[in-house]
């Protein structure tokens, strides 16, 4: 059998009762065949990105070689790469009837690949195995003190365990809980404990230099609307300009409204809006609630005398304009543009303060709302030992995170999922050692050999995460034999109907017939998932397209290349 050594990781064989994987075989034949770029490893934007080059096929893989299974491209997609400036060692593929014991198609299917996000299908399959479906993470309000008349006489703390989307409503709904169990005012202080996961050394914006933008949030245990402040701008008729607010609401934040009502079509030329965002130039690196440091168990970073510490201006009017007075050392939101009076609103989303500030923030303003008060100061630590469970919120299943997730391949929610398959496993605090070494675990007892596999945070947002079409491939054929296979597929988009899929192949047969995770970076354009073809049998398919080293790979060319092979299946995947 082949084996395939991985520098990353341990390298895992296959139980003696398992048979050899079908997506080995014939590869001795396809090594021959290839050119030597067929043995380049995967290509990325630097050398630093490529894969490991396989090792030879040995002659027990030869020997095991499936006579039907192709090992070239079909004729459409081979005639199709020269367009596309492509070559076959650039794309592994693997279709596999999930009937059938051995692949229809294995081209390059051994060779390590960037997966981008169909990575994620690896992470929901394992969080669906061992987590459950029904899996919930739970957000917990904890007292250390006694309730009086009225009054908590201690601390508030409120602690996440790692929901990856805890919404504002669910956020609110706990605010509106404590007070209906009689908290009506905070003598003590307030904190915000993050300590269940390990914060991360990154920053948001060094995937791509895009720190506000939504898809670049980090994980962290209280991540509340997954760290998002969506702007939302209107035409504010009875006023006669651009209404703003923000969601959640947040206090301690300036909001400085230069947008103008143009009367005008819903155009571009006349429609152009910009949010931006400055923290104070003096401040140090958190005022209240949005000085709280970035990392839990910081420590006090509040005012030193009980007070409220945080502002308490009304951002959920749009009587902010440009004359507006600003308060010292607070961060500032400035909206500036036109807006065309015949457009809908628009809702933009940012990531403007750290996971702390931003609960913390949101915390204030919608405790303040309900009337709510607060003495003490706003912490970002760890809940005192003593503190007693007061109220508790839980999350959506499992089942129903993961379609966020592969329908539009939320990161934040990916990363957060695979976290907790390392919390569960070795405990808190969670981090993605131990979530890598929950899912080797795993895939060891499952019967899996994947040695190329090298797994980053489980979302695909890495040009280091590797794995072989062939391995991706098995996983999904496993997959549709496991009792909650219904809840998988449910959680992928739809080919030309919804998420990512939705504009794609559309008013074509194969239409609605394909539940697929799509994955781009700027080095891969990837896909995975399942097929029904026109006779009315499923299929795994795997197409995994890569850059050369140096090459700009534009996704279209990946997606022409991927509905050509879809285009293949749906007719039967028949042979030349």
């Not at 509106?176 to 915000?192: C, V």
């Not at 947008?259 to 005008?264: M, N, R």
């Amino acid at each position: 059998m082949l084996t395939r050594r991985n520098p990353h990781t341990a390298r895992r064989r296959r139980r003696a009762d398992q048979p050899a994987a079908p997506a080995l075989l014939g590869l001795a034949l396809l090594w021959c065949l290839l050119s030597p770029a067929a043995g380049q490893p995967a290509a990325g934007a630097a050398a630093a990105d490529a894969a490991p080059d396989p090792e030879p096929p040995s002659a027990e893989a030869v020997s095991d070689a499936a006579p039907d299974t192709l090992t070239s491209l079909p004729a459409p997609v081979a005639a199709l790469l020269p367009e596309l400036t492509l070559d076959a060692s650039q794309i592994g593929a693997y279709v596999r009837a999930v009937d059938s014991d051995a692949p229809r198609l294995a081209v390059n299917a051994e060779v390590p690949r960037i997966p981008a996000s169909t990575i994620k299908l690896v992470t929901s399959i394992a969080a669906l195995d061992l987590l459950g479906p029904g899996y919930q993470w739970r957000t917990e309000a904890l007292i250390d003190g006694e309730v009086i008349a009225g009054t908590l006489e201690g601390d508030l703390a409120i602690k996440g365990y790692g929901d990856p989307f805890l919404s504002t409503e669910a956020y609110a709904g706990l605010i509106r809980s404590l007070r209906q169990k009689g908290i009506r005012h905070i003598a003590g202080d307030l904190i915000f404990d993050n300590s269940h996961l390990v914060a991360p050394t990154a920053s948001r914006g060094d995937f791509d230099g895009a720190a506000q933008r939504s898809y670049n949030a980090l994980p962290a245990a209280l991540s509340l609307n997954r760290q998002v402040t969506y702007v939302h701008l209107y035409n504010d008729r009875e006023r006669g300009g651009v209404g703003v607010y923000t969601e959640p609401p947040l206090s301690h934040l300036d909001i400085v409204n230069n947008a103008t009502i143009v009367k005008a079509p819903c155009q571009g030329r006349y429609h152009r809006l910009s949010v931006g965002f400055s923290e104070p130039a003096a401040a140090p690196p958190s005022p209240a609630p949005a000085e709280m440091a970035a990392a839990p168990g910081a420590g006090d970073v509040g005012p030193a005398e009980p007070a409220p510490a945080l502002g308490t201006p009304d951002n959920a009017t749009p009587e902010a304009d440009a004359t507006a007075a600003t308060v010292p050392g607070t961060p500032k939101l400035t909206i500036t543009g036109t807006f065309a009076s015949e457009c809908p609103d628009e809702r933009i989303p940012r990531l403007i303060l750290s996971p702390e500030r931003h609960a913390a923030a949101a915390f204030d303003a919608l405790w303040r709302e309900a009337g709510g008060t607060i003495d003490g100061r706003v912490l970002a630590a760890t809940t005192p030992s003593g503190a007693e469970v007061f109220h508790v919120v839980y999350s959506q299943p499992l089942h129903e995170v993961l379609r966020p997730v592969n329908k539009w391949s939320d990161n934040l929610v990916a990363r957060m999922v695979f976290l907790a398959l390392g919390s569960e496993h070795a405990g808190p605090p969670g981090d993605n050692d131990k979530s890598r070494a929950a899912l080797d675990l795993w895939l060891d007892e499952r019967g899996f050999g994947f040695p190329e596999l090298l797994i980053d945070n489980g979302s695909g947002l890495s040009r280091d995460t590797r794995i072989a079409a062939a391995s991706m491939g098995e996983l999904l054929a496993w997959s549709w034999h496991q009792p909650w296979m219904p809840e998988l597929i449910a959680s992928m988009a739809i080919l030309g109907v919804d998420g990512t899929l939705a504009k794609r192949m559309r008013k074509e047969p194969i239409e609605g017939r394909a539940h697929l995770k799509t994955g781009t970076v700027r080095d891969a354009s990837c896909i995975a998932g399942y097929v029904l073809d026109k006779h009315g049998r499923r299929w795994v398919v795997v197409a995994l397209v890569n850059a050369r080293p140096g090459q700009t790979l534009q996704a279209w060319h990946g997606h022409a290349v991927h509905h050509v092979l879809l285009r293949w299946v749906f007719e039967g995947a028949a042979a030349p």
